[in-house]
């Protein structure tokens, strides 16, 4: 089973600022089955970044995702208020069962 | 729209059982494969169960193998997951979504499985 650790598990952070999220894979994740997800009180997860790297439909370009093997980045490169959310990453087609990581909450500073 | 709408959780007592069905429109589903995903309150996202496009290959976290069963009709644009021997570590808000990389989600529907 992949076990996937995201950190920090909090990050507080004002608007206008970057946000640098990681998720770290306990074996390596093969042809980058990696995503992104963010989650909002009350709300259903959102995908933003699947295959690592490739964005969803409708996601702003300031969410970006890199990463390869077993280390994997989601970057926020100027955050708007809407922003400030729980983020998860999760393996998918890799190795069963496809987990999630335990969440980063970006908080406002 | 591309949509997913679940339905048939409630409050269920220890080892009954519930069906949740998830009803999909707007895109092909027939061509997708699908998941189920439950967060317990306060909880991370866990995911619990897959199911290929024509419904051949089903695959299945540990914590539920063995008692959920997860199937789907293509003739109806429907997912389902039949979950037995439920326990009180099953209440969850229970998501469908969209391929094995979850491009759409579902509102959800909560499971309370208490005495």
């Known amino acids: 089973e992949i076990v996937l650790t995201q950190s920090p598990g909090t990050l507080s952070l004002s608007p206008g600022e970057r946000a640098t999220l990681s998720c770290r894979a306990s074996?390596?994740?093969?042809?980058?089955?990696l995503a992104w997800y963010q989650q909002k009180p009350g709300q259903a997860p959102r995908l933003l970044i699947y295959?690592?790297?490739s964005r969803a439909t409708g996601i702003p370009d300031r969410f970006s995702g890199s990463g390869s093997g077993t280390d994997f980045t989601l970057t926020i490169s100027r955050l708007e208020p809407e922003d400030f959310a729980v983020y998860y990453c999760?393996?998918?087609?890799?190795?069963?069962?496809?987990?999630f990581g335990q969440g980063t909450k970006l908080e406002i500073k | 729209e591309v949509q997913l709408l679940e339905s048939g959780g409630g409050l269920v007592q220890p080892g009954g059982s519930l069906r949740l069905s998830c009803a999909a429109s707007?895109?092909?589903?027939?061509?997708?494969?699908m998941s189920w995903v439950r967060q317990a309150p306060g909880m991370r996202l866990e995911w619990v169960s897959a199911?290929?496009?024509?419904?051949?290959?089903?695959y299945y976290a540990d914590s539920v193998k063995g008692r959920f069963t997860i199937s789907r009709d293509n003739s109806k644009n429907t997912l389902y997951l039949q979950m037995n021997s439920l326990r009180a570590e099953d209440t969850a808000v229970y998501y469908c979504?969209?391929?094995?990389?979850?491009?759409?989600w579902g509102k959800g529907t909560t499971v309370t499985v208490s005495s």
């Open positions: 979504a969209k391929d094995y990389y979850m491009d759409v």
């Open positions: 707007g895109f092909t589903f027939k061509n997708c494969a």
């Open positions: 199911i290929g496009s024509s419904g051949g290959s089903t």
């Open positions: 074996q390596s994740i093969t042809s980058s089955y």
């Open positions: 295959g690592a790297s």
């Open positions: 999760q393996q998918y087609g890799s190795s069963l069962p496809y987990s």
